[in-house]
């Protein structure tokens, strides 16, 4: 490959340009080629209405795609869970680095738990799922929570608690780990409460099809591990028909037996925004091999979520 310096699509926030930060440096590493940050601003970051009222499903993921078809930047990043389940015609998905924590966070007034939060306590969310997860938990744990949808940056989610107007946010690990705020966390969720988004904590490296040299060399950062589970819960989100915005929560752990691994474990959840009514599903079978059986694995899943009733309280949902 040449020495040119490559140029990469990032959102402008503080957390884009992170992760993109980090991504610049491993491709530079790995092709020895310098590499130029290039803001995009998305739909997504100009709009304050809600995800769930424009859609969700690519809302920060266009701009940036526009960008890379023509000829504006050579690759993108984004957060993987963004992504629209349908691969784009004219763009690879050239990579999938290692997964960060894929769990939710509380970031709580006065260093509080999810469980120690006082009766009527308002908790900040812009996520359907998150609602949806946090008020059946609520629900069969005797808790007293009002579930208040947000947008807004980090700083603008946690300023809600600073100002008084919230109680506790609840907000992705890795965002906050890569923008280097763990500290502000209270509560890890654990995912038996709270099922993260298909694809969180986890990046995608995008760039156009027909560039086989530019594939090649970012391929160098993708992991074999985190691409076969993101491909499982999001093979499982396209066949429940729902976009990044539906209140669906998916999983896949690998199962290790000391330092191999076993099995993957894929769990999924779909549920009522007032938690009044849920479908939680998994399977557990050996690791797939290829791209192929990750989305088999997904759609089966899927089809058992659907055969109890999902496709049901999605629907209720968009009401």
């Known amino acids: 490959m040449s020495s040119k310096t490559l140029r990469l699509g990032t959102r402008r926030s503080r957390l884009a340009l992170a992760q993109s930060g980090l991504v610049a440096d491993a491709v530079s590493q790995v092709t020895g080629r310098p590499v130029e940050l290039v803001e995009i601003t998305t739909y997504g970051d100009t709009s304050r209405e809600h995800l769930a009222q424009i859609g969700g499903t690519g809302v920060f993921v266009t701009a940036l795609r526009d960008a890379l078809l023509g000829g504006e930047v050579d690759f993108a990043v984004h957060s993987l869970k963004d992504l629209p389940t349908a691969q784009h015609p004219e ?4 990579a999938v680095p290692e997964r960060e924590d894929p769990r939710d966070v509380l970031v709580a007034r006065d260093a509080l738990k999810f469980t120690d939060l006082p009766r009527g306590a308002r908790i900040g969310t812009g ?8 008020n059946a938990y609520a629900r069969s744990h005797g808790l007293d929570i009002e579930t208040v949808p947000i947008r807004g940056n980090i700083d603008t989610r946690i300023g809600f608690i600073r100002d008084g107007e919230l109680d506790a946010v609840v907000l992705a690990a890795a965002g906050l780990s ?3 705020r763990l500290d502000e966390v209270t509560d890890f969720l654990s995912v038996d409460t709270v099922l993260p988004a298909p694809g969180q904590g986890a990046l995608a490296i995008e760039c156009a099809a027909d560039n086989a040299d530019l594939i090649a060399a970012l391929g160098e950062l993708d992991d074999p591990f985190t691409r076969v589970a993101v491909t499982a819960e999001r093979s499982l989100l396209a066949a429940l028909e729902a976009g990044c915005s539906a209140p669906v929560g998916a999983l896949a752990d690998l199962l290790a037996d000391g330092q191999i691994v076993k099995e993957m474990r894929l769990r999924g959840i779909v549920g009522t925004t007032d938690g009044s009514r849920t479908v939680q599903l998994s399977t557990t079978g050996p690791v797939p091999e290829t791209h192929d059986q990750a989305l088999a694995l997904g759609r ?3 089809a058992e979520m659907l055969a109890q009733g999902a496709a049901g309280l999605m629907g209720e949902q968009a009401k």
Not at 91 to 94: Q, V, Y
Request: aromatic share 0%.
């Open 91 to 94: 763009l690879a998905l050239a």
């Open 127 to 134: 996520s359907p799922r998150r609602t949806a997860q946090l």
């Open 178 to 180: 890569r923008i280097g």
């Open 300 to 302: 089966e899943l899927a």
